[in-house]
């Protein structure tokens, strides 16, 4: 999957949502709501602990991540969301998955079907784009004060679990089967400093965008990642 780096999505995703923390915040509170309904002790619930790690990634405050757990573990609270995944074409024919957390699926739907009609794209069937991407374990490490040289690297990162290894211009970028992620992670932050942790899905094939396509493909992310019910989106574009 030469050229098509993640961290560098990330950076860009990053750059734009600056402005939106409290958004992000809100749509966090939400998932560590839906991961702590398994328990409130992320040493205990892994699921939980991918979700944290998410919150601290994007400095999210201590007090708002206490309150949503406390909120998922009070049972008296009855709020139910459940878990969607959206499959559809952008501008291009760039593939995109959207994946959120709702209490009305019609408003879900119908909010992101219209982000894609509206922006050159389309909403698939279920299994449309999906097969053109596969579930990852992602870690980013940071190059910065990095001593160990590539080959060294290379054999650390290998021998930790993971699978696939990325040089990219800020970061490391390593991929692991989704099932060994947790141990890599924890192995790998022993040694080296870790930019970015997460679960992802990684593009299968690239898609390269045209030019002229780029600001249109780009005002239709921005509105499905706007969206209170979208939890995460990903994209097959390379540009």
């Given at each position: 999957?030469a050229?098509?780096?993640?961290?560098?999505?990330?950076?860009?995703?990053?750059?734009?949502?600056?402005?939106?923390?409290?958004?992000?915040?809100?749509k966090?509170s939400?998932?560590?709501?839906?991961?702590?309904?398994?328990?409130g002790?992320?040493?205990?619930?892994?699921?939980?602990?991918?979700v944290?790690?998410?919150?601290?990634?994007?400095?999210?405050?201590?007090?708002?991540v206490?309150?949503a757990?406390?909120?998922?573990?009070?049972?008296a609270?009855?709020?139910?969301?459940?878990?969607?995944?959206?499959e559809?074409?952008?501008p291009?024919?760039?593939?995109v998955?959207?994946?959120?957390?709702?209490d009305?699926?019609?408003?879900t739907?119908?909010?992101?079907?219209?982000?894609?009609n509206?922006?050159?794209?389309?909403?698939?069937?279920?299994g449309?784009?999906?097969?053109?991407?596969?579930?990852?374990?992602?870690?980013?490490?940071?190059?910065?004060g990095?001593?160990?040289?590539e080959?060294?690297?290379?054999?650390?990162?290998?021998?930790?679990?993971?699978?696939?290894?990325?040089?990219s211009?800020?970061?490391v970028?390593?991929?692991?089967?989704p099932t060994?992620f947790?141990?890599?992670?924890?192995?790998l932050?022993?040694?080296?400093?870790?930019?970015?942790?997460?679960l992802?899905?990684?593009?299968?094939i690239?898609?390269?965008l045209?030019?002229?396509l780029?600001?249109?493909?780009?005002?239709?992310?921005?509105?499905?990642e706007?969206?209170?019910?979208?939890?995460?989106?990903?994209?097959?574009?390379?540009?």
């Open positions: 999957m050229g098509h780096s993640k961290w560098k999505n990330i950076q860009k995703r990053k750059n734009a949502q600056d402005s939106k923390k409290g958004k992000i915040f809100q966090l939400r998932e560590i709501y839906v991961a702590a309904k398994n328990g002790d992320p040493d205990l619930n892994p699921s939980l602990r991918l944290l790690d998410k919150a601290k990634s994007a400095n999210m405050p201590n007090d708002n206490e309150r757990i406390k909120r998922a573990t009070d049972s609270d009855g709020a139910n969301y459940d878990e969607v995944v959206y559809g074409y952008g291009g024919g760039i593939g998955l959207v994946y959120g957390l709702t009305n699926h019609n408003r739907g119908t909010n992101i079907r219209t982000a894609f509206h922006n050159g794209g389309n909403l698939g069937e279920k449309s784009v999906a097969f053109q991407f596969e579930r990852k374990g992602y870690i980013a490490i940071e190059r910065e990095l001593e160990d040289d080959d060294t690297l290379m054999m650390n990162i290998l021998e930790a679990g993971a699978e696939d290894m990325e040089m211009e800020d970061v970028e390593v991929y692991t089967a060994d947790t141990a890599v992670r924890d192995a932050a022993e040694n080296y400093t870790l930019a970015q942790s997460e992802t899905m990684k593009p299968n690239s898609v390269p045209d030019e002229a780029v600001e249109e493909f780009e005002a239709m992310i921005d509105i499905i706007d969206d209170d019910d979208v939890t995460d989106v990903y994209h097959n574009a390379e540009y």
